[in-house]
Each structure stands twice: as C-alpha cells, then as structure tokens.
C-alpha cells in the first residue's frame, strides 16, 4: 500500500509521522509546500508532491485539512488522477453533507471515500493514540484499516460514510457542554471560597464526574488555559454542529450558548487559548458584582 | 455515642437502617409518624420520638429533610432540648447562608453543626457508599465522623460550616451541565440516524466522556428514565444555586436554563422521571420539524 498525505498542519504532521513509522507512507502535499520540504527532509524516503498528478500512484490518500470547501477541492483535484480501487481518507473535521458530496463526487470514476475524523487533540495525534470516527462502506473500511490504525487506537466504524463526521459533531457538542457544565460549576465553588482541588476530588467520582473535570479542571484552579483545544478550532466545530442542526431547523441550546461565549473569549483575545478558559467568563461574572 | 434521625424520607430511611447496622442509632423521628412506627418495628430497640425532648439523650442528631425551612425549624425545636456539646448533623441539600445561619442558632447553646449533604442516590444510601461534603470545624467533624462513615464511603472536609453545602450546590450545577451535554450530543446524534450504543463508545473514552453519559446514555437510547435522581429534587437544588448565585448578581445560563427545561418536563408530566429525561424535549426538537 502506498498512502499519500495531504495537510502537515499541527495534527496532520504527527498523524503522516506515524504512517512513515509504520511504513506506509510514499508521498506528502501542503498547501504551504515548505512544510513539506522540512518534513520530507525529517523522513526517509519520502516524495513531496507538488500537487494532484504526484498522488497518482498512491492507493490511499489521507486528507487533513481546515474547512469544508478545502476537502472538496482536494477531493476535485484528485479525482481524474487516482486509479479506480483507491480511497481517500478524509480525517478532517467537516459536515456530514460534506463527505457524502466528497463520496459521490469520486463515487463516479469508482474511487472510495471514508470519513474518518479524529478526537484526542495532538497529544493522541503524537502518541497514534487518536479516536477515530468513521462512515465508510465495509470494503472501503477494510481496505484502509492498516492506515487507521496507524494513527489511532480506537477505531469505531458509525455506519455508512457521513456517519463518521455525525459521530464528531455529536461528540463536539458534548465537548461544548461538559466544558459548560465544568466552568461555571468551578466558578461557582470559587466563589464561595472553596478549594478547588477539593471539589474537583469531591465531585470526580459521582454523577458529576467527566473527563474534562479531572483533565481540565486543573486549569480552571490555576487560570491557565495551555493547549489542550484551541477555542477558535471547536468553535470551526460547532458552527459545522449549528449547520447540520440547522438542517432539521433547530437550534441547539448548548451550540448557541457556547458559540457565543467563544465569540467574546475571541474578542478579549483568548481564542488561541484551550477551551476551558470558557472559566474566564464565568469566573468574570461573579468577579464583576461579587465580593 | 446515641444518635437519633430525623427524616425517614427515600434517602433518610437506608442512610438510618445502616446507622442502625452500626450499632449507632437510638431514636428516630419523621413528621408523618406511621412511617416512623413502621421504620422502628423493622429495627431493634429504637424509640420513636414523638418530638424534641425524646431526642434530648442523643449526643448527635441527623436531619434529611426537604427545605431550609424545614431544617431551621428542627434546629429551633431541638436547641432547647439538647445537651451542651451534641452536635446536629445536616444532610439535606439546603443553601449555605441556612447551613451558617443555623449553626449560629445552635452555637449559643454550645451545641455544634455540621452540614454534611450527601450524593449518589438512594443506591448511595442503602450500600452505604454515599460521598458526603462536609462543611464544620475539626472537633465537630471528629465527633461525628462514625456517623458519616455508616453512611458514606467518601467524606471529604471541604471546609467550615457551609462549605459543605456550596460544594453540593456546584454538584448540582455540574449535573445539570453533563446532562445537558449528553442529552443535545445524543439527540443531534440521533436525528443523524446513528446508533447511539456506537456513539457512547466513541464518545466515552475521550474528553466528551462523562459519568453521566455511561451511565444515563442508555436510558436515552432506549426513552425510558427509571430513577435515578427525580427531576423535581434537581430542580429544587438548582432554585437553591439560583439563590446562592443572586447573592453574588449572578444568573447562570445552564442553572437558568435547566430550570426551564425541568419546569416544561413537569408541565409535561415528567417531574417523577430521572434527570435523564431531559433527551425528551432535545429530541422532541428534532421530530417537531425534522424527517
């Protein structure tokens, strides 16, 4: 198998470094191609392609890029290149709508798609320890399982392909809410004078409990919001959440909520910060009234 | 050590059976007395007290009761009756400013207060494995630390008097956040025709992972919400993080919110219902305009 990778970025690269350590990676492409140049010099044996013609030979492309309409003209411009048989892997976070386009579009010279976006953030990225979510067909799932497993250790197939990117819309709204859920519960014991570790100890082990608690609580104690997951990246996500709702004509609640909130920490200059600084805002709140 | 309970309620009645295990418990009190006849006819040598003074010869005193009120009138009533250096321990979910404001009450008779909410349910309650949030000084605490540890497993000393309410009220907040967070992730999953035992699993082990997604999403999956923990007492716990954010002129949106989805579930006739039934009004969202 030759797997050609498209999009170095900060979760990309760790991803195509686990692909060359396990062997099967032939080429790379990036939009800015001096990333390329420096990450092919870090692997052996590497081609880096210039663009679509170069990924000809590959059976696999693997797809890691920003926004919706940069899949669909990666997946165009691959499209009269790659051989019938082949797969592109789509590993970016976009709308559901979005794959099964991708999926028609190569569908019609007999090219296969799956989507496969990923949780973990870059620390799981690094590790190949990354969540996969996936929409495929079960050939196309088989023949790129050595790709995926690669780069994750929990592999779940969803369902047909678009299935994959509902599963991480489903799991971006979680994320938003947990985070809801965490700050101004923390925000609230901080301000009536309570120790943080302690409630975060209090609270861990029953119904309130979350990963974000344990993981991120610590943040919210020390007001600092290291990454972890950049605010501007999961509010790219819940605005993909508030289209695929929006599709059913609602509004979700948390979605909304949590956009808007992003939308201020943007403003104050905390977008590059992870997103448990959402506790900035809630912590603000009792700062600006309270004792 | 003679310790008498007040408050033979759905919580009251184990946390008091395993007082009895103990070897600790003395006398028993409830305000529909049958139910403290039939309590004392299941359990040994226990006096039923037909009030205040028949609680006068125990050194500690245990309240789970309903509301603020309900807890000041106790204190009220039993103040003249206990001896010098007994102490009343609180294990009803009430504000803070009621843990302190009675604790005041009770110290100038030179009696002693705990405020020691508990949770983990009435599963909690008859294994005896309930985590506890203890606000009040050292030398209360190590007077009555027996009695927690018949009734809980995990008792954390958040503070002094008071502590341990605020900790149970950002408990609350934090319940309501999770459940939020899993409801609208699982109803969004839902409409998207996933199959939602597939998106707890892709979900739980990563940082939209949550006690409460594990262990309420299947009651979600298959639209039946068993308690659990009513919708009624959650919403009463959250009017009391209402009242302790406004002393600070704080609203909080998922506090607010919450409370507005609770009052249209009672509207509906769900307040018996788990908290979990919250996924009926985000997925009713869905069906009312979707597919």
Known sequence: MRVGFIGLGAMGAPMAHNLHKAGLLAAVYNRTMSRAM????E???LRVAAMHDDLASCTVVVLCVSADADVLKMVDGLAPHLTEGSVVVDCSTVAAETAREAARRLGERGIGFVDAPVSGGTEGATKGTLSVMVGADEAHLATVMPVLQAMGSRIVHMGPVGAGQATKAANQIAVAGVDQAVSESLAFAKAHGLDLDKVIEALAGGAAGSWFLENRGPNMRDMKFPLGFKVTLHAKDLEICRR???D???KLPLVEMTLLHYSRLVG???????VSSLFRLKNAMFKATGD
């Open 43 to 45: 692997h052996e044996g």
């Open 248 to 250: 059913f004509d609602v």
């Open 38 to 41: 420096v990450f092919a010099s």
């Open 268 to 274: 104050q200059g905390f977008g590059e910060e992870d």
């Open 244 to 246: 695929m709702a929006a």
